[in-house]
């Protein structure tokens, strides 16, 4: 079955602490995975995804296929941070694409406190 | 930048009667999705539409729902006859083309059945 697991409902850090988001999915295929964020009022939006490799607003997250993780790090937490991560995955298509549902993990809410 | 809209921010409805919820995907996107997340679970995948007629669709999306995209700018979402278990927020999201995996989600309607 295909499934996103984020095992941690609440993650509180203070601020310039390191931070990691844990991500495991479960999926046979070959599929895409991402980071949303969605800040306190705010849509849910893109954070980072695992084809694009880059960091966005300080974070990182790398794939391993082998642990079957993607999990998202910080090495210096900052307040603004603060939100509800969720981790997602899609089935690729045949070149990258994919018509498909994103499958998302129930989400962590991450609090930095200063 | 452009965004996806949806309306109304929050409804409320009596069990049985019937509620559409729109939504106005970013103008260029091809691809359109709902998804809803009922309180303290995960955002779950509802239904995929493409080129007019729908794509896919999960085991929640039964004969009670329908999607349709009016015109060359709407998208709605309607429950025929709500349940209580339908109280959820609602997501509509959109995305460009088939080699993009980004999905674009709008802000959420918030469906309360009484």
């Known amino acids: 079955a295909q499934r996103v697991t984020q095992p941690e409902k609440l993650l509180s850090v203070f601020k310039g602490a390191p931070v990691e988001l844990k991500c495991n999915y479960s999926y046979s295929g070959s599929p895409e995975l991402f980071w949303y964020v969605q800040y306190s009022r705010q849509r849910l939006q893109l954070l980072l995804r695992?084809?694009s490799r880059e960091s966005i607003k300080g974070f990182t997250a790398d794939l391993n296929k082998g642990e079957t993780s993607f999990h998202l790090k910080k090495p210096f937490a900052q307040e603004e941070d603060s939100a509800m991560y969720y981790c997602a995955l899609i089935r690729r298509g045949n070149y990258g694409g994919s018509q498909g549902n994103l499958i998302f993990g129930k989400g962590t809410k991450l609090s930095v406190k200063p | 930048e452009p965004e996806v809209t949806q309306t109304p921010s929050h409804q409320v409805t009596q069990m049985g009667q019937e509620v559409i919820l729109r939504c106005v995907p970013i103008?260029?996107?091809?691809?359109f999705y709902w998804y809803r997340q009922i309180l303290g679970q995960k955002v779950e995948f509802l239904v995929s539409?493409?080129?007019?007629?729908?794509?896919?669709k999960s085991e929640i999306f039964d004969d009670q729902f329908s999607v349709e995209r009016p015109d060359g700018s709407n998208f709605t979402l309607k429950i025929r006859s709500t349940k209580l278990e339908d109280s959820a927020m609602y997501f509509c999201a959109s995305k460009p083309e088939l080699s993009n995996n980004e999905q674009f989600f709008g802000p959420g309607t918030r469906l309360t059945v009484l």
């Open positions: 695992h084809i």
């Open positions: 103008s260029n996107h091809l691809y």
């Open positions: 539409f493409y080129n007019n007629e729908i794509s896919e």
